[in-house]
């Protein structure tokens, strides 16, 4: 049962719905139980995801080496399929809203284990590219049900937290595929790194199907607020969904998502642009095996768990929910890091890989905080939308890091890759101070 000073933090206005549900002592157990089994769930989910999406990375040596093709080839193929899967994000994350997250994030990761299948058995670049984008619009069906699942199952005030658990899932799950796809590329072919994740994330679908739920309210649980005891607003809980005006509205026409978007899209420049290209930039630039360069980058993904953990922390802690000036010194430390990761020699192999881990931290605890501030700037009724919106800025990035990066290497080389992307990272740290002392 609820217990009666939990029940005097709630505003007033909505005291009549913290009168409507009781829980005894079992039923509060039960209701955290189905919390850790989400968390766990979208965790598994998510990182699952990466195994059909980072493989291209690791694959792109052996298939130039295959079939002759050039960085700037490829990049452009990466950059078409970011701008689609950027694209994916919003339209998926207007249908998660209108949908139910049960069904929508198991059919993205079933269509994508599908669809990288059938590219094991590419034998042109058109073939290729052409499933390769398909697959970037399945994988943009991932994070909108994630996100919409995250604000349902917990409260505003441990959401930042939350959310990193869950966000950085794809580290574990980016990490896992460049090291195991690396030796299976190394011992059974590049093909061999379509197939494999392919049947897993077929089966990680399945699980999914029969452990997610959307929101409390299906199992009659009461909002997760009242569970928690904290203030609910009392606009969203009055109707299930908002009207498409609405979410407009809310999304749209806020300056403050705009700060965002912008502080996103410059994020993954650098982002991406690392986990892109890092294979063969270490590979011609440092001269390492193809395996050797997935441990380095998987060292990068990993790294992003304490990045995206501190950040989320630091932000509900330290600054109370303002994430803007965590990320602004998150991207500032990004940049010096780049610096002098171009500048080490190429026998400085401890000094490098702890250069790698630096990046991972830096980069991935913004992209958290990208994230997060979505759901703080928009209701948690559009936060699907919120979230597509801010996705797909990320991802407009990352198409002009795919294609800009494969054209200044192919013309100026690797040093004025690293220029490009530190100027990125200072202009996203500007954007993440725009949003500092904003109202939420």
């Not at 049962?1 to 829980?23: C, D, V």
């Not at 042109?124 to 991932?142: K, P, T, V």
């Not at 928690?228 to 109707?239: C, S, T, V």
């Not at 294979?279 to 193809?290: G, H, T, V």
Request: glycine share 10%; aromatic share 16%.
């Amino acid at each position: 049962m609820l217990k009666t000073e939990n029940k005097m933090s709630i505003a007033p206005e909505n005291q009549y719905l913290a009168e409507s549900f009781f829980l005894s002592e079992k039923e509060r157990k039960i209701y955290n139980k189905w919390r850790v089994r989400i968390l766990l769930s979208v965790i598994l989910g998510y990182a699952t995801f990466y195994l059909c999406r980072q493989n291209f990375s690791m694959i792109m040596p052996a298939f130039m080496e295959e079939f002759g093709y050039t960085k700037t080839e490829l990049g452009l193929v990466l950059t078409v399929a970011s701008i689609i899967y950027g694209i994916g994000k919003f339209v998926n994350g207007y249908f998660s809203d209108k949908s139910n997250s049960r069904y929508f994030m198991p059919l993205g990761l079933l269509c994508s284990g599908l669809t990288t299948f059938f590219l094991g058995f590419s034998e042109s670049l058109m073939f290729l590219s052409i499933l390769w984008i398909i697959n970037n619009w399945f994988q943009s069906m991932g994070w909108p049900p994630v996100a919409r699942m995250l604000t349902h199952w917990f409260a505003p005030k441990e959401l930042g937290i939350k959310w990193a658990y869950g966000a950085t899932s794809h580290q574990v799950g980016g990490a896992i595929t460049l090291v195991f796809t690396g030796y299976l590329v190394a011992d059974f072919g590049w093909r061999s790194a379509f197939f494999v994740p392919a049947i897993i994330a077929v089966i990680v679908a399945y699980i999914l199907f029969n452990r997610l739920r959307e929101s409390p309210k299906e199992l009659g649980f009461p909002p997760v607020e009242l569970y928690k005891a904290q203030e609910i607003n009392k606009e969203n809980e009055e109707k299930d969904n908002l009207t498409t005006r609405e979410i407009i509205r809310k999304v749209f026409f806020n300056i403050n998502m705009w700060y965002v978007c912008l502080a996103n899209m410059c994020l993954y420049i650098v982002r991406l642009g690392v986990i892109f290209w890092a294979p063969l930039f270490l590979k011609e630039f440092k001269n390492m095996a193809i395996n050797e360069a997935g441990w380095h980058v998987a060292a990068y993904e990993l790294a992003g768990l304490l990045g995206g953990v501190s950040a989320g922390w630091i932000s509900d802690k330290i600054f109370h929910g303002q994430r803007g000036p965590v990320g602004m010194v998150f991207m500032l430390s990004l940049a010096c890091t780049l610096w002098i990761f171009w500048q080490l020699p190429t026998d400085y192999v401890i000094l490098n890989g702890l250069m790698m881990v630096l990046m991972g931290c830096f980069v991935y605890g913004p992209q958290i905080l990208a994230g997060v501030a979505s759901a703080d700037f928009a209701s948690k009724k559009a936060i699907g939308t919120a979230n597509g919106l801010v996705g797909t800025m990320g991802y407009v990035g990352s198409g002009i890091s795919g294609v800009c990066v494969g054209i200044i290497s192919d013309h100026w080389g690797w040093s004025a890759v690293f220029m490009f992307f530190i100027i990125s990272a200072l202009m996203g740290g500007f954007f993440f101070y725009l949003t500092w002392e904003k109202k939420r």
